[in-house]
């Protein structure tokens, strides 16, 4: 028997209504042909996903599950993508909300490069959060950036990005920046990871370029410029891949619809090599619940094949007074991602660098 | 003065409400910081967004045009898509419903390839809609695959395309199968255009095999290859790009939340090199509005810089009783995409395609 792959579906009642909706996404996922073709056994019994029995979850919505031959996905992100959300995307009410993959589905990747382990190792950090922060405003000069990077290296940051926004019109603009940073904390034991953006012929130029000053890796919004490119890097090169949310809301910022946070953020995430994923933190200026972020920490940790746990990073809205909240959610297996709070620090970014790490648990 | 990028949203009431959100995208989608953070002059003037006035639209939500300086998306897909609907993609309730762009950011992109009249010149059909459809089941073999578009070619079908589900488990499959299918319409005037999917680094390898074969063109699912993916490969090979909607819907399907579809469907296609946007068509399993659909046809021919127009193809669910609403809708200028019903006729794909193209218009 060939191994299944099982997507998990909330869709709309009432009851008959979820059973004629999960039937549609069985077939509209696979044959994509009107229940009533003449469709041969072979592909009737083979190739159509199986649905199984629906169980009520809230607000008269009902859980299922569909089970598809995992070949269909053929060890390949598009593919996965294309079968358990392709035309399942474009119904109104229909969320995925989990992903269950045989090993032999799992074996096909290789997962991050480094993972939260080897993140750990390359920092020579243990048993505590680490502590991340962004390079902004958009539109700071190239020294301000690298003054604050080197601040919050001074301050014992761990992790400095780039502020996702951050856009340099040109490669040649680009390198000047990445290397005027990457000097300023060079000699620390601060990470520095540029935005991986641009024109998508360029990126894997400017990843190599990255890597030859010495950094260890990247910031880069999957969703933009696609799970698998992201996935084709990792493999290519061994860099720290640091998944930013941007452009991803839309598949759960609505619950009724899309795919669950912590399946997107976590589980896609991390197969598609990301080693840390960023996310907004609840009580912030979005809309997480703490159960939302909790889950994201735990699937980036729960066993997937192979493939190595990685950080969670949540980050947004963080300051001071919600430091407990924090290491209460997340315990030490986190990057504490804080941006605006800690640069407005009456004393700077290092000043507010060392105020933070003061507040983490080890 | 810097030319402006003006992105238009539809965000939540009361007004007060709407009025904070509106200025909190302005800040969110560039500078990235607290509004008490103390920026300088040069940075709150010349780079965080300015919020225009409210406009309230229906079910108590607000309109809002925010403008950017265009330097910010810097002429590139993925920089636009972060400015634009970065963090803001996050935003419980926020709809990018247009975004306006300078003649400037417009004149960096080569847009579509072919676009409808270059599609019109290689079939050489002038004044009547294009008919094309879809190869499947998945499952089947090469064979009847073969078989299948061979008699819509017969029938007088202009396009056969792969169904965007199949899969083919390796380059040497996808060889194979897509040589057969090639030779089967090989002679005839309809126009053959496989799926093009698989691992990114392939995409471009599998590509120059298509049209090494003397076929025009690919299908191509934006949403899971990258947007900006597409128009790398799109500047660089002289091909037809039909974009599917596969994995998109997480964008419009929730009208309250997202991207409005004719702006995904219609414009950012259009502007990533797709010559033609599948859609699913109102009346048929998803829910478009009819409006919604034309909304989608009319952006791909309205005026956007040089970039030439493109041919919408509404599918899904359609079949011989409804040509006339497609008629009525589309007019001559749109592309026919039936699938099931056609395959399903009673005499085959070929006399399905005959009867389908007696009910267009000319």
């Known amino acids: 028997m060939s191994e299944r792959l099982i997507a998990v579906y909330e869709v709309p009642g009432p009851a008959a209504e979820a059973e004629k909706t999960a039937r549609a996404i069985a077939f509209e996922e696979t044959v994509e042909v009107p229940f009533e073709f003449p469709l041969p056994s072979r592909i009737r019994e083979g190739i159509v996903g199986q649905t199984g029995t629906l169980a009520p979850v809230e607000n008269g919505r009902f859980r299922v599950e569909i089970s598809f031959p995992a070949s269909l996905a053929g060890g390949r992100i598009g593919a996965l993508l294309n079968l358990v959300f392709g035309n399942a995307s474009i119904w109104p009410g229909v969320r995925l909300v989990d992903?269950?993959?045989p090993e032999s589905f799992l074996s096909a990747f290789s997962g991050p490069n480094y993972g939260a382990a080897g993140l750990r190792a390359l920092l020579g950090v243990q048993g505590r959060p680490l502590l991340a922060t962004a390079l902004k405003p958009m539109g700071s000069t190239e020294a301000e950036l690298a003054e604050s990077a080197a601040a919050f290296a001074r301050g014992g940051g761990d992790i400095v990005k780039d502020d996702q926004n951050i856009v340099d019109a040109t490669f040649a603009a680009f390198r000047s920046r990445v290397s005027r940073i990457a000097s300023a904390v060079s000699g620390t034991k601060c990470l520095y990871f540029p935005h991986l953006s641009g024109p998508q012929e360029e990126l894997e130029e400017r990843l190599r370029f990255v890597l030859g000053l010495g950094l260890k890796g990247v910031l880069i919004c999957p969703a933009i410029v696609g799970l698998d490119a992201m996935r084709a890097l990792a493999d290519r090169r061994k860099a720290v891949f640091m998944a930013h949310p941007?452009?991803?809301?839309?598949?759960y910022a609505e619950r009724s619809h899309g795919i669950e946070h912590s399946l997107y953020l976590g589980t896609l995430m991390r197969l598609?090599?990301?080693?840390?994923t960023v996310f907004?933190?609840?009580g912030g200026r979005f809309a997480f619940t703490p159960a939302e972020c909790r889950a994201i920490a735990e699937r980036g940790r729960a066993p997937l094949g192979g493939l190595?746990?990685?950080f969670p990073a949540p980050g947004g809205g963080m300051?001071?007074?919600n430091t407990a909240a924090m290491a209460a959610d997340f315990g030490t297996d986190a990057?504490?991602?804080v941006g605006g709070r800690l640069l407005m620090h009456p004393g700077g970014p290092e000043a507010g660098a060392r105020a933070f790490r003061e507040k983490m648990p080890s």
């Open 99 to 101: 992903i269950r993959f």
């Open 246 to 251: 941007a452009y991803s809301g839309a598949f």
């Open 272 to 276: 598609a090599g990301a080693d840390i």
């Open 280 to 282: 907004p933190n609840a």
């Open 308 to 310: 190595a746990p990685i």
């Open 319 to 321: 300051n001071l007074d």
């Open 335 to 337: 990057i504490w991602l």
